[in-house]
């Protein structure tokens, strides 16, 4: 008998995860000459029962086995893969999500397509016969990550990027390079990653298809704003390494991450700001002085909101939603401030001078507000980062 094993990641999957196990287990029939092991890779953090669940699966069936991981997708991933190696000497090796999104049949092809040769299957939905049943924003997200990862990173002939179904031999898998995969990330950038990393360590690979439905229990763990971030970061980071450059931009940007929020929510609140201005001047008549007054005072809220329940969604603080209000009012008043003297600074300095660009003439007045964006930002980020929204949780 040849041993096949399936690794299914979970976290708070406990409505799914009986159901799963069961679904896999009757691919069996269709695969005649082959043995299923499943491994069970509960995150530390699930709370509800997955995990005694999973135990009492253990306890009916020598093939269910379990194993508590730290958190992230690509963590439980590849360590049900290594507890596969080292305890159940597996000759392929398979992956596929618990919640019973994807149709299990996708195993019988998966397993298929080694045996004809290839070193890595991948279960996809934009091949003949696949479907992806979600909502219409979720297959916009599924069909814009992969023709982005396509077109930036490639090979363009694999369509599925952003899916777990997926069966490789250990061969292939002693090949990647651990090092240079994000798998200890906190992200479901390990799909896209591990593909690269296979492509790179020469794998053999084909599609087959993959049928995707609607979640049945539980809930989604992918947040949809942070993934697309994660696919444009990790596509360039793979694109410059294939260049020979090594620069650890994907790392760099994860880290970056709440600082790029902040400055797209400035970016909008400029917007606002501007939008604002001009509405009560043309309006309400207001003279441009106070209406300056009352829409950068809109968007403050503006970007105190957006703030509030998405840059810095994640922090507990002490203080109430009215407290941070008024602090972050102050940190935008000391922004002011130095936004002013920066002006006034240079202005000083330089005078009233223009400047010749493409044959046209730029008043200096334009490089003294521009100059004053990344400084004002940055003192903006500092203040709100460390006082306004500091992390309180004890
Ligand atoms: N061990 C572990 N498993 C995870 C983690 N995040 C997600 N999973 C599991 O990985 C699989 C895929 O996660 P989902 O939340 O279903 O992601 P998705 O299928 O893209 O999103 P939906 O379509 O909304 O379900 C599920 O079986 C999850 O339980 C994690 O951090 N650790
Ligand atoms: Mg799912």
């Given at each position: 008998?040849?041993?096949?094993t399936v690794v299914l990641p979970t976290y708070n999957e406990k409505a799914n995860i009986k159901r799963i196990v069961?679904k896999v ?12 092991n499943i491994v069970i890779a509960d995150d530390i953090r699930s709370s509800d029962?997955t995990e005694?669940i999973a135990?009492?699966l253990v ?5 269910v086995h379990f194993i508590k991981v730290e958190p992230g997708l690509g963590v439980g991933l590849i360590k049900g893969h290594q507890y596969a190696l ?7 090796l398979a992956q596929l999500d618990a919640d019973g999104q994807v149709?299990p049949?996708v195993l ?15 279960g ?38 952003t899916n777990s179904a997926r069966a490789f031999?250990?061969?292939?898998f ?7 995969l994000p798998w200890k990330e906190r992200t479901f950038i390990i799909q896209p990653a591990f ?17 995707f439905?609607?979640r049945?229990e539980g809930y989604s763990k992918n947040k949809?704003?942070?993934y ?167």
């Amino acid at each position: 008998m040849k041993k096949l094993t399936v690794v299914l990641p979970t976290y708070n999957e406990k409505a799914n995860i009986k159901r799963i196990v069961e679904k896999v287990f009757e691919q069996e029939k269709n695969l005649p000459g082959w043995e299923i092991n499943i491994v069970i890779a509960d995150d530390i953090r699930s709370s509800d029962e997955t995990e005694q669940i999973a135990k009492e699966l253990v306890k009916k069936n020598r093939n269910v086995h379990f194993i508590k991981v730290e958190p992230g997708l690509g963590v439980g991933l590849i360590k049900g893969h290594q507890y596969a190696l080292t305890h159940l000497k597996p000759d392929i090796l398979a992956q596929l999500d618990a919640d019973g999104q994807v149709v299990p049949d996708v195993l019988i092809r998966l397993v298929k397509a080694i045996e004809e040769g290839n070193s890595l299957s991948i279960g996809s939905r934009f091949v003949s016969g696949g479907k992806n049943q979600l909502s219409f924003m979720r297959r916009l997200f599924t069909s814009g990550a992969s023709i982005f990862y396509r077109i930036i990173v490639g090979p363009w002939d694999i369509r599925e990027v952003t899916n777990s179904a997926r069966a490789f031999t250990p061969e292939l898998f002693a090949k990647i390079n651990l090092d240079r995969l994000p798998w200890k990330e906190r992200t479901f950038i390990i799909q896209p990653a591990f593909l690269h990393e296979a492509v790179l360590a020469g794998a053999k690979y084909k599609e087959v298809p993959l049928v995707f439905k609607n979640r049945l229990e539980g809930y989604s763990k992918n947040k949809v704003f942070n993934y697309t971030y994660d696919i444009v970061t990790y596509s360039l980071d793979a694109r410059l390494h294939m260049l020979g450059l090594n620069i650890p931009f994907f790392r760099i940007s994860r880290k970056a991450k709440t600082l790029v929020k902040f400055s797209l929510v400035g970016m909008v609140g400029t917007l606002v700001d501007f939008f604002f201005y001009k509405m009560f001047i043309n309006y309400l008549s207001m003279t441009p002085a106070t209406s300056k007054g009352f829409s950068t005072e809109i968007a403050i809220i503006n970007n105190f909101i957006m703030n509030n329940y998405w840059t810095f969604r994640y922090r507990k603080t002490k203080t109430n939603i009215w407290q941070k209000l008024g602090i972050f009012n102050l940190v935008s008043l000391g922004g002011l401030v130095i936004g002013v003297l920066i002006v006034k600074f240079l202005h000083t300095t330089y005078g009233d001078g223009f400047i010749s660009i493409l044959g046209r003439s730029i008043a200096y007045n334009n490089f003294y507000f521009f100059a004053t964006i990344l400084p004002v930002m940055l003192w903006n980020f500092t203040v709100n980062h460390f006082i306004t929204w500091r992390n309180q949780e004890d």
